[in-house]
Every structure is written in structure tokens, then in C-alpha cells.
């Protein structure tokens, strides 16, 4: 199963951009590249995900290495509801998904 | 649109014993997959439902079974249960199997074996 490597934390002033990024090094050409985080208390929630291409939403943009081997998510203005655990994940063709440890943001007012 | 559900949220339960979980997906959603998530193992896949047929597994032991409804509902069970089974178990649904489809998670059902 392909794998993703995250940093453990990543701090971050308000109204800042903050930039996630995730390695998935050994991804293969049919896995999506999907982004959850977690608040605490709370189920994980759905941010972004692509395949190729860079994708934006409401919540956040996602750009992906040429290569496909890397991926970074980003917040472009982080708000204090933005502190959560957030997870970079690939997704095959059969669906399985493999949750890591995930990136701890801190975001400081 | 209703979310995604799932009872009861908070469960007590003895070792030994069974348990049954229950979750509703979003409506139009034939997909359901279950997790569970323990401070020290963090988010662990438990296995994936798709139009009554479990498409995927995690790597559990057999103790830990679920099933998928024509309705799409899901319901997973762990029968003779462990101190180590004390968890949050969370649903979620999608549309279809293949990672073109995100994921919407319920609030989690919290078990605490005693």
C-alpha cells in the first residue's frame, strides 16, 4: 500500500497562509491524493482532492508535484477554527484508504 | 442534506460481551466504510462496503464483522469483546469506491470497554 510522510506539527499566526506538505513517494498513477482534518472531538472532514492537477475549493487549494511524489495543501488565510489534525491520504482504485499520523496545526492569534 | 449518522454515540459494555454499531449514510451514498481511531494507533481502516458487499478490509480479526443494508445502512459488530476494543468507531460514506469519491465521516460512536 502507498504511503504518505507528513511533518508532526506545524505552527502558524492568524490570517497567515499556512503550507502542509505530505510525500507520498511511492504513489502510483491511480491514486488520488485526498486531504482530511480532524478538530477535536469531532469526525474527520473532507478538505480537497485531486489527481493530477492543482485543485481549489472554499477551503483550501492543493497543489501536486509535477512528479505526483509530493503534494501540499494550503490554507490561504488561517483562522483559529482552522487548528486540527490534518491527514494526506491516497486513495486507489479499490478504494482503501490508509489514514498516517497526520500534521498537528497550531494557530497562534 | 442530512449527514452522516451513527448510534448509538456513546456505548459501556463489559469484556466479553457484543456489540452492535449502527450507521446511516447520505442519502444517494452506496458506499460505507468504518474505522477505528485509539490515542496510541490513531485512524486504523476496518473494512469498506459497496451495494451490500464488502469491497475492503483492514487488517482486524475476525471478532470484527459489519454488513451493508439495500437502504445503504451499515452496521458493524465485535463480539466477545476486548479492554483493547475501547475506541471511537466512525462511519463514513461516499458515492462510490474509487478515490475520485470523498468521504463524509459521522460524529463516531465512543465504546468504552470495561
Known amino acids: 500500500d502507498a504511503k504518505t510522510t507528513q511533518p508532526n506539527s506545524m505552527e502558524s499566526n492568524e490570517e497567515e497562509p499556512v503550507h502542509l506538505p505530505c510525500n507520498h513517494s511511492?504513489?502510483?498513477?491511480?491514486?488520488?491524493i485526498h486531504w482530511y482534518r480532524q478538530l477535536p472531538s469531532q469526525g474527520p472532514e473532507y478538505v480537497i482532492h485531486?489527481?493530477?492537477s492543482n485543485v481549489n475549493n472554499r477551503m483550501a487549494s492543493l497543489a501536486i508535484a509535477e512528479d505526483r511524489k509530493s503534494s501540499t495543501l494550503i490554507l490561504h488565510r488561517a483562522t483559529l477554527r482552522d487548528a486540527a489534525v490534518y491527514y494526506c491520504?491516497?486513495?486507489?482504485?479499490?478504494?482503501?484508504?490508509?489514514f498516517g499520523a497526520g500534521t498537528q496545526v497550531v494557530v497562534t492569534p | 442534506k442530512a449527514g452522516v449518522t451513527q448510534t448509538p454515540r456513546y456505548l459501556i459494555k463489559t469484556r466479553g460481551q457484543q456489540v452492535t454499531l449502527s450507521c446511516s449514510p447520505i442519502?444517494?451514498?452506496?458506499?460505507v466504510s468504518w474505522y477505528q481511531q485509539t490515542p496510541g494507533q490513531g485512524l486504523q481502516f476496518l473494512f469498506e462496503?459497496?451495494?451490500?458487499?464488502?469491497?475492503n478490509k483492514g487488517n482486524f480479526p475476525g471478532r470484527f464483522s459489519g454488513r451493508q443494508f439495500s437502504n445503504s445502512r451499515s452496521e458493524m459488530n465485535v463480539s466477545t469483546l476486548e479492554l483493547g476494543d475501547s475506541a471511537l468507531y466512525l462511519c463514513?460514506?461516499?458515492?462510490?469506491?474509487?478515490?475520485?469519491?470523498?468521504?463524509?465521516f459521522g460524529p463516531g460512536t465512543r465504546l468504552t470497554v470495561t
Open positions: 463514513a460514506s461516499s458515492l462510490g469506491l474509487a478515490g475520485a469519491y470523498e468521504q463524509y
Open positions: 511511492t504513489i502510483s498513477g491511480t491514486d488520488y
Open positions: 485531486g489527481l493530477t
Open positions: 491520504i491516497l486513495r486507489d482504485s479499490w478504494g482503501k484508504f490508509q
Open positions: 442519502s444517494g451514498h452506496r458506499s
Open positions: 462496503y459497496f451495494s451490500e458487499t464488502q469491497r
